[in-house]
């Protein structure tokens, strides 16, 4: 398909968009990153990603310039960092976070650390507005996953990052330092990465596993107690590679066809709601029997409840990242840098990992991870094996275009 054009004679989109399934909402655009085959080399040494990459239109242009403000780093010792939920290590009383102290007690700086990242396009949708205003966000740093990184790097929304306030970069995994949406790692450098798979409550299942989507989507006793995840690449990913599809080389027909499926589930009443995740607390009380969940949050549910369970499918799942970005007019831009730099020291980025549970892209972490918790260090879903890496799949970059209508193929699933 050229590259600029849609195939709107496509007979099977054709017949979805017929259905009704088009979005209300303007949908955004976007590009998939890192493949599998980079992020496989990278997790045979300290615990990644796989992939093959998919042509893709992340590092096609030169983006815009971001602008950027005055900054107060050195007179305002403060940091705000925007994260998704359960995404740093706390204290048993929940009350403080040791790594976040300890950064401040060894640079001054405070850390406004705040859990209001849910969902890409929820978060997208709220500093966006801001960003095209050419308005502060409010915010020095946050994490977004690799597609929506592609995004704001082409809109000139996000910040190149001054290397030299982040020497401890060099402890990057090296098969992530050039990635399809950032060759180079200008814009970006990762957080946290990990799968995406099912999770499931025995006791809401009645004691049966759910390891396939084939189950999640039409086993009658899991009706209405179902959630699948408002992040497409995951949801439409998985259901695509449970229909034998490689999801670094789908056509149209493969997408529309893994919407229809769901279509179909939902329509049949299997599924509950469509959440970011949000999902841990219906997991954990049983609301929801099973649903499509990532590995670390499933992780933290199990030292509470063993009961909760997850499973990565046989045919296949996908894999990720969450990246550090710098919004333009960032307030405290070098403070942010200092920040980032002190998560990539091992030692750190261990003790996050092992509250977190998700994979580590700083070289040297599953060694650390090991002192602190040998199990954790031997937990195929923190430090992943040969043979789990060679079933994870990432979803191939997007044109435009394509992440135009399929954004509103799926978004009609969500919002309708």
Same mark, same amino acid.
């Given at each position: 398909m050229n590259e600029n054009s849609f195939d709107t004679d496509n007979p099977v989109l054709r017949a979805a968009l017929a259905r009704g399934l088009v979005s209300r909402r303007s949908a955004m655009m976007g590009a998939a990153g890192l493949g599998a085959a980079a992020f496989l080399a990278a997790c045979g040494s300290a615990g990644k990603n796989p992939s093959s990459g998919g042509a893709g239109t992340g590092g096609a242009t030169v983006p815009p310039l971001a602008s950027a403000a005055p900054d107060l780093s050195d007179t305002e010792k403060l940091v705000n960092w925007s994260n998704w939920t359960e995404y740093i290590d706390v204290t048993e009383d929940g %009350? !403080?976070?040791? !790594?976040? #102290?300890?950064?401040? %007690? &060894?640079?001054?700086?405070?850390?406004?650390?705040t859990e209001d990242y849910l969902d890409n396009d929820? /978060?997208?949708? %709220?500093?966006?507005?801001?960003?095209?205003?050419? %308005?502060?966000?409010?915010?020095?740093?946050w994490c977004s996953?690799?597609?929506?990184?592609?995004?704001?790097?082409? $809109?000139?929304?996000?910040?190149?990052?001054d290397r030299g306030n982040i020497p401890n970069v060099a402890n990057l995994n090296d098969s992530l330092t050039n990635v399809e949406f950032d060759p180079g790692r200008l814009y970006s450098l990762p957080w946290q990465s990990g799968f995406a798979g099912i999770g499931y409550n025995l006791k809401a299942t009645g004691g049966k596993k759910i390891e396939s989507m084939e189950q999640l989507l039409t086993d009658p006793a899991l009706k209405g107690k179902v959630t699948l995840l408002t992040e497409m690449r995951d949801t439409v990913g998985l259901v695509m590679i449970e229909q034998g599809k490689d999801i670094s080389k789908f056509t149209e027909d493969d997408f529309v066809?893994?919407?229809a499926t769901i279509q179909q589930? +939902? @329509?049949?009443? &299997?599924?509950?709601?469509?959440?970011?995740?949000?999902?841990?607390?219906?997991?954990? +009380?049983?609301?929801?029997?099973?649903?499509?969940?990532?590995?670390? @949050?499933?992780?933290?549910? $199990? /030292? #509470? @409840?063993? =009961?909760? &369970?997850?499973?990565?499918? &046989? +045919?296949g799942f996908t894999l990720w990242s969450d990246n550090f970005v710098i919004p333009a007019l960032a307030k405290h831009k070098k403070n942010a840098e200092k920040l980032i730099d002190y998560y990539y020291d091992p030692v750190v980025?261990?003790?996050?990992?092992?509250?977190?549970n998700y994979i580590s892209p700083v070289k040297g972490t599953s060694e650390e991870l090991v002192k602190i918790d040998s199990d954790l260090g031997k937990n195929?879903?923190?430090?992943?094996?040969? #043979?789990?890496?060679?079933?994870? $799949?990432? /979803?191939?970059?997007?044109?435009?275009?394509?992440?135009? =209508?399929? =954004?509103k193929l799926f978004s009609a699933l969500t919002t309708a």
């Open positions: %009350k !403080s976070r040791p !790594s976040l #102290d300890a950064f401040t %007690k &060894q640079t001054g700086i405070t850390v406004n650390y929820e /978060f997208y949708a %709220k500093v966006r507005p801001l960003l095209q205003g050419g %308005k502060d966000t409010g915010r020095d740093v996953t690799d597609w929506m990184v592609a995004r704001l790097i082409r $809109q000139g929304f996000v910040q190149k990052l066809t893994a919407i589930a +939902k @329509d049949a009443g &299997q599924i509950l709601r469509f959440t970011g995740n949000e999902y841990t607390e219906g997991l954990a +009380k049983g609301e929801i029997a099973a649903c499509v969940a990532w590995t670390g @949050d499933v992780v933290q549910l $199990q /030292f #509470d @409840d063993p =009961n909760i &369970q997850y499973a990565l499918p &046989q +045919k980025m261990a003790q996050v990992a092992a509250w977190v195929p879903l923190i430090v992943p094996t040969a #043979d789990v890496l060679a079933r994870a $799949q990432v /979803f191939r970059g997007l044109t435009a275009v394509e992440e135009t =209508n399929y =954004n």
